[in-house]
């Protein structure tokens, strides 16, 4: 606890320096590259649907070469699938968060694992990147139409200790079409100390196929239940930055 202390207080220091050095504080543009991929390339329908796995990537660049702005809410959907949380065993990010830990998450309800990247420097000084980040993170079923995105890291992966689970919603996306995994980011987590942002410049996911056997039937976490739309198949990520700017970066994959 104490090296931990020295650290967040030695990061919350060099940040306070820098911003005091640093120059009028120039705009910043993001801009996103995704990907994805869905895992066998057949589709299903609604009365026959096809369990699946999902692969989604995205990187964040800044249009000056600054540190990109902290997205807040990320939005990720997938055209002609849906999931079905309450057919295997749940974790809420609320058991995660209150025990710091995921020792009470049920066998089962691990649907996915994934690794960002970041980079943190003073909030008034977007050419700051001093402080790097590399953030393991695991994805649980949450139950109820719900997911737990599950990031913990200490030194030396990161200066600053990061141990928390944030809720994720499945929302309708493409009109009804498509589902969307939707969450925010907790202000303590794009900014764990005063002067300090963070701003995740890569991410990478794998939601491996995951199936069990319902009334005779093999059911997936995730499936495939609509034809592909002229031989292609999309996804897309939307993205809202602190102050309101939105964006949304859509791949597309023949199917």
């Known amino acids: 606890m104490l090296k931990d202390a020295i650290v967040v207080l030695a990061v919350a220091a060099a940040a306070a320096a820098t911003a005091a050095a640093a120059p009028a504080q120039q705009p910043q543009v993001n801009g996103y590259e995704v990907y994805g991929d869905v895992m066998p390339n057949r589709v299903g329908t609604p009365s026959r649907p096809l369990p699946v796995g999902l692969k989604v990537n995205y990187r964040a660049t800044e249009a000056s070469g600054l540190r990109p702005k902290p997205v807040k809410r990320y939005s990720i959907a997938i055209y002609g699938g849906r999931e079905n949380t309450n057919l295997f065993p749940a974790c809420p990010a609320e058991i995660i968060n209150d025990d710091l830990d995921v020792k009470r998450c049920p066998k089962g309800s691990l649907i996915g694992t994934g690794t960002l990247n970041a980079v ?28 737990s995105i599950y990031m913990v890291t200490y030194q030396p992966a990161c200066p600053v200790a990061i141990n ?33 942002s963070i701003a995740v410049m890569t991410m990478e996911t794998n939601l491996p196929r995951k199936t069990r056997r319902v009334r005779g039937r093999t059911r997936g976490y995730f499936e495939s239940t609509r034809p592909c739309s002229r031989g292609t198949r999309w996804g897309e990520i939307e993205f809202v930055t602190e102050d309101g700017d939105t964006a949304r970066e859509r791949y597309v994959k023949p199917c």
């Open 120 to 147: 943190a420097g003073s909030t008034v000084n977007p050419q700051d990147v001093q402080i790097r980040c590399k953030v393991p993170v695991r994805i649980y079923n949450g139950g109820r139409e719900r997911a």
């Open 164 to 196: 928390q689970a944030i809720s994720a919603r499945y929302v309708d996306a493409f009109g009804g079409r498509g589902r969307a995994m939707q969450f925010e980011v907790p202000h303590n987590l794009l900014h764990p100390i005063p002067g300090l």
